[in-house]
């Protein structure tokens, strides 16, 4: 374990670098990397950034769809002790604003790449122009050259004013403990949260996801789709430079090409992990024409039904699932592929070396037993320190030398983790406790439902009934009547939804469908 604890992000991929230069690093459709390329333009990138006037623990952010320069610039920053704020690409304004002024942000790095789907050049003034606390000096533009923002020939050409000896003493500085980047939490209240990650939790995290989960060499191809502000891409991404494969990635998710590229690259190992995503797999026309049958591993979380649905679609690979969240450096437990496949399809795994993971009542803060639902706690070296500038949350959110994580789970016997949903996602239905997951299971039972939302709406009699937001598989619809009329039988009468309603888009933030605009589009009954 030595050699986890000395690691910064920095001199991590500096070391698999060193040992595997000609391997592939980063694969785009219609571009790459190896571990030797990229470390010579994260060099360059860094030296652009010191030039800038960049310093240690100074905050830069990165507002860019997933592309090569978006980890070139995320590494470069490490080299010289950065703090990299990934920003959701999915925000407005005045979200952005926010994050801009919350985390101090002196630097933004951003590019016109996706520009026919979101202009960030615009949203950047327009959310600097509505915030005067806004601490911004400087903006880069990579692509076309605009006015009011650096463009990237003499962003690059700075470098040559930096020796890579300037970088390296720097880097031999930075301390395991320092604040590596700062994600903020995905969205699912109104203000998204700071969660500052230091080294010495990212790194030993992607190096037991590596060694105690995933078993990866450097023959192995990991596609993980998901945006590079959420730590469902950093996480893998660390998993393969410890093992020096390859990590795929791609500037936005799109089911036709993603089953292309899983073909022509031969990927080994799938991190899709949510079922929105898994589900536009499998119900494409491309997904039975397309040869998959170099995955040997897939990752995903749902619910056990919508589980069972994806590991058949994949027969060939051992599905395996995960629990964590931002704030225990993305995941603390995987399954482990040696699981049983029922052990596979109802729990999340152990948690991995060095972190752990108990249950209480979330009101008396007692201990619960083993099988017993509860608020999930959480300790170890993976666990944050605290949320950014929010002393009142944080003496909250800890109890005893335990992060209290607010999802509902339990312990197995054998030490595994279930996972029963958000405590908030709990609705109160005549005084009964309901767990949203258990209908949003039920739900997804049904031929017609590609994906199912359940919130709580209020209700004179029951306080608060159940409300399913429903997508429905191409080609195929049900109405109101006929789902309700599906429920019954299979759940207690008050479980049953009383209401519900057809989605065909979600109001989505990172990764996570948003309950609370849910929420808003019943009480305005707008779809």
Not at 47 to 54: D, R, T
Not at 373 to 396: C, D, M, T, V, W
Request: neutral net charge; charged residues 20%.
């Amino acid at each position: 374990m030595k050699r986890n604890v000395e690691l910064t992000f920095g001199t991590f991929f500096l070391e698999a670098a060193e040992r595997r230069s000609s391997s592939d690093f980063l694969i785009f459709l219609d571009t790459r990397h190896t571990y030797g390329s990229m470390r010579v333009s994260a060099m360059r990138r860094a030296a652009s950034f010191l030039a800038s006037g960049i310093k240690p623990g100074e905050h830069v952010g990165l507002l860019m769809s997933n592309c090569p320069v978006y980890i070139e610039c995320l590494l470069g920053l490490q080299f010289i002790g950065a703090i990299v704020v990934p920003i959701n690409a999915r925000y407005k304004a005045h979200e952005l604003a926010y994050v801009l002024s919350n985390a101090e942000i002196t630097t933004v790095v951003t590019h016109d790449l996706i520009s026919e789907y979101a202009n960030f050049g615009d949203l950047l003034l327009e959310a600097i122009s509505t915030n005067d606390l806004c601490q911004v000096s400087e903006m880069v533009m990579f692509g076309r050259p605009r006015i009011g923002f650096i463009d990237e020939h003499t962003f690059d050409a700075r470098a040559d004013q930096i020796s890579a000896q300037e970088i390296l003493n720097i880097l031999a500085g930075i301390k395991v403990s320092d604040t590596s980047m700062m994600m903020y939490t995905s969205g699912t209240t109104a203000d998204p949260k700071g969660c500052p990650l230091h080294h010495g939790m990212l790194i030993p995290n992607g190096i037991n996801m590596n060694r105690s989960r995933y078993f990866l060499t450097s023959t192995d191809r990991l596609w993980a789709p998901l945006p590079m502000f959420h730590m469902a891409s950093i996480l893998p991404m660390l998993c393969c430079i410890d093992a020096g494969a390859a990590f795929l990635s791609m500037i936005h998710f799109e089911p036709g090409l993603s089953l292309q590229i899983m073909e022509e690259e031969k990927v080994t190992i799938a991190f899709p992990c949510f079922p929105t995503v898994t589900a536009a797999l499998i119900s494409h026309v491309d997904f039975g024409r397309r040869d998959l049958s170099n995955i040997r591993r897939i990752n995903n979380s749902a619910a056990p039904d919508v589980l069972k649905t994806f590991q058949a679609a994949f027969p060939q690979a051992i599905q395996t699932g995960a629990y964590g969240l931002t704030e225990s450096g993305g995941v603390i437990a995987f399954n482990h592929p040696n699981e049983l496949l029922s052990t596979r399809l109802t729990t999340c795994g152990k948690p991995m070396p060095g972190l752990e993971a108990k249950i209480i009542d979330p009101d008396t803060l007692q201990p619960r037993t083993t099988g017993e639902k509860g608020e999930i706690l959480l300790r170890g070296y993976a666990i944050f320190k605290g949320y950014y500038k929010s002393p009142e949350k944080n003496k909250q959110s800890f109890y005893d030398g335990w992060f209290r994580t607010g999802d509902l789970g339990a312990l197995t016997a054998g030490g595994q983790i279930e996972f029963h949903g958000r405590l908030k996602d709990m609705l109160k239905v005549g005084g009964e406790n309901v767990a949203a997951i258990e209908i949003e299971s039920l739900l997804s039972q049904h031929d017609a439902v590609k994906v199912a939302q359940v919130i709580g709406v209020p209700d004179k009699h029951l306080f608060e009934v159940a409300c399913a937001y429903i997508e429905c598989h191409k080609g195929q619809t049900v109405n109101e009547k006929d789902l309700i009329l599906f429920c019954r039988g299979k759940i207690a009468s008050f479980k049953i939804p009383r209401y519900v309603r057809k989605v065909h888009t979600w109001p989505m933030s990172s990764t996570k469908i948003q309950k609370y605009i849910l929420r808003e589009w019943f009480n305005g009954e707008v779809v």
